[in-house]
């Protein structure tokens, strides 16, 4: 069983902790929101890193499968989506973000759906988690439904401790950054996530085609 915990969690950090597109987010997030606005953009992802960790380790082959034989377009499609949020960040303002007195239940469900859509929006995550499953023998020898809930739960865990951890860290520099430098950060992250974008867009197509 503490084997099956102490790999749930390390998983659950390996798989968040890459700064991709959701990285970027979280951290612009917790910059110009704060630390809320941050944790609840990484829960989402970490919800979203579940789903794809159910579906990697309970065998469902025809999803696999699926993801397997379209992960080209699945790729494009994801690329277009991370497109969207970089231009959206690109002409947000993040002056007025922090100028707002208060944020609201819809504002922390928007944190919340954005987070786990942008982390859905890359199925591809699940041959890592294949990866990783097979390279830890992560519940291999599980036998009951007590032992997977915990395994699965562990990885959630690992997920959700990456994010409160950077978010912490990233709340602690917000007090240093001036609006200018916040509006320079936003305009970085955006151009990143542009970037990574761009990249998996033409990469996908190549594949498509080829």
């Known amino acids: 069983m503490f084997h099956t915990v102490l790999w749930g969690v390390i998983i659950g950090i390996l798989i968040s902790a ?98 786990m859509i942008l982390t859905l929006s890359n199925p591809m995550i699940i041959f890592f988690y294949l990866a990783l499953f097979a390279r830890t023998n992560f519940l291999l020898s599980a036998n009951n439904v007590s032992q997977y809930t915990i395994g699965y739960l562990s990885i959630a865990l690992g997920a959700l401790s990456w994010w409160i951890f950077i978010t912490w860290i990233m709340n602690k520099v917000r007090a240093h950054f001036k609006l200018r430098s916040l509006f320079l950060v936003n305009k970085i992250i955006a151009i990143v996530m542009v970037i990574v974008s761009i990249i998996g867009f033409v990469y996908g197509l190549k594949q498509f085609f080829s």
Do not use: C, E, M
Request: glycine share 12%.
């Open 18 to 115: 890459p700064l991709g597109p959701i990285g970027v987010l979280v951290i612009q997030r917790t910059l110009n929101n704060g630390r809320n606005a941050g944790i609840l953009t990484g829960f989402g992802a970490a919800v979203s890193d579940l789903i794809y960790a159910l579906v990697s380790g309970l065998g469902l082959s025809f999803i696999v499968d699926f993801i397997s034989s379209n992960g080209s377009a699945l790729q494009v499609v994801g690329s277009v989506i991370i497109f969207i949020f970089g231009i959206y960040l690109w002409k947000k303002n993040p002056v007025k973000d922090i100028n707002t007195s208060h944020t609201s239940k819809s504002s922390y469900f928007k944190y919340f759906i954005t987070g």
